[in-house]
């Protein structure tokens, strides 16, 4: 069911918008999230992105339910209704990135108010001035603004995400927000300013020594920093996933990720796989990297995945 939201929408590279809603259906999330991993799908003749029937492929619904959500998706303003064409769902990078900031947002959602109840964050902010590195869709960005942060910087590299924070801030009307571009390796700010960064599932993706000393640097003493990162077996999953798929290089992505981060986890090496160089996190390497950054672990809480095995960690440190 569609759950209509009071303001406009996100608008990507994207016509006019309608009124926007936000997406309930359990069957729509089963959708937005095959369409977040579709990422390596190519339909010949498409020229870009992915069509129903590999959506459908890859939730095993019906091609015809498949199509009748494509419509549903574009009446939702998700998508930009020219991708559907002939029953079919064209998608273009946008429309992944739209649909990847929808589904977060819907996440953020669900996960906000125990994520800050843990961290003791309960309570008023206390107009702490607070970056959200990686912000993606703005979703946490926004949830600290609402929740009496001072001010709220959001970074992202990505433009498109960028655009969607803004407009969704604009949405919930928090005015104590600014996106701004940047890479989370050279950032744009000065030192010891910030009393909080959060940065939720962007290190994976980044060489951990160098991140988190520019992270550190940017936080005034006594300031925290809350990580949330993936564990093993969140990539455990994703390699069973693609082999599930029969997606041979998928597979071998989460394997090269797997075999990287057993390295680093052991000797604190992160090997760079032409522009990448992702791993997991263990919690004690990343206490040994925290500590060579001058940041303490305060708290540290763990989502059990696959055979007891960690599927991710969130992490709370202190600058010292
Ligand atoms: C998996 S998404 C997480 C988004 C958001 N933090 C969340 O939890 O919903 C990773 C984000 O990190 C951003 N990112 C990746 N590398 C970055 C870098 N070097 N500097 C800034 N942002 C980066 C990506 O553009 C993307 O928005």
Redesign the pocket.
């Known amino acids: 069911m569609l759950r209509r939201q009071e303001a406009e929408p996100p608008s990507v590279g994207m016509p006019p918008p309608r009124p926007s809603m936000l997406i309930t259906d359990p069957e729509f999330r089963t959708v937005l999230s095959a369409i977040h991993h579709l990422d390596d799908v190519r339909t010949p003749g498409t020229g870009h992105g992915a069509t129903v029937g590999g959506v459908a492929e890859l939730v095993s619904i019906s091609v015809h339910d498949c199509a009748q959500i494509a419509q549903r998706l574009a009446a939702a303003n998700l998508v930009n209704p020219s991708w559907v064409r002939e029953g079919a769902l064209h998608l273009t990078d946008d429309g992944r990135d739209m649909a990847y900031c929808a589904r977060?947002i819907e996440?953020?959602r669900n996960a906000a108010d125990e994520l800050f109840l843990k961290l003791g964050w309960d309570e008023d902010l206390g107009q702490q001035e607070i970056l959200?590195?990686?912000?993606?869709?703005g979703?946490?960005a926004v949830e600290f603004a609402r929740r009496g942060g001072g001010f709220v910087f959001g970074?992202?590299?990505?433009e498109a995400?960028l655009t969607y924070a803004k407009t969704y801030a604009d949405s919930e009307k928090v005015g104590n927000t600014a996106f701004v571009r940047?890479?989370?390796?050279a950032l744009p700010f000065g030192h010891d300013v910030f009393d909080g960064v959060f940065?939720?599932?962007?290190l994976p993706?980044?060489p951990h020594g160098r991140?988190l000393r520019e992270v550190a640097s940017r936080l005034r003493y006594g300031g925290w920093l809350c990580v949330?990162t993936h564990g093993i077996a969140y990539y455990l999953g994703q390699f069973a996933a693609a082999v599930r798929a029969a997606d041979a290089r998928r597979a071998a992505i989460d394997l090269a990720v797997l075999a990287n981060g057993s390295l680093h986890s052991l000797t604190g090496c992160q090997v760079r796989v032409g522009r990448k160089c992702q791993v997991f996190s263990t919690l004690s390497r990343l206490e040994k990297t925290l500590a060579t950054c001058g940041l303490v672990v305060k708290r540290a809480w763990r989502t059990p995945g696959c055979c007891g095995m960690t599927h991710s960690w969130m992490v709370e440190a202190v600058k010292c």
Request: aromatic residues 10%; hydrophobic residues 45%.
């Open positions: 977060e996440v953020c959200d590195l990686g912000c993606g869709s979703a946490y970074v992202d590299v990505n995400y940047g890479d989370v390796l940065v939720r599932n962007v993706y980044l991140a949330i």
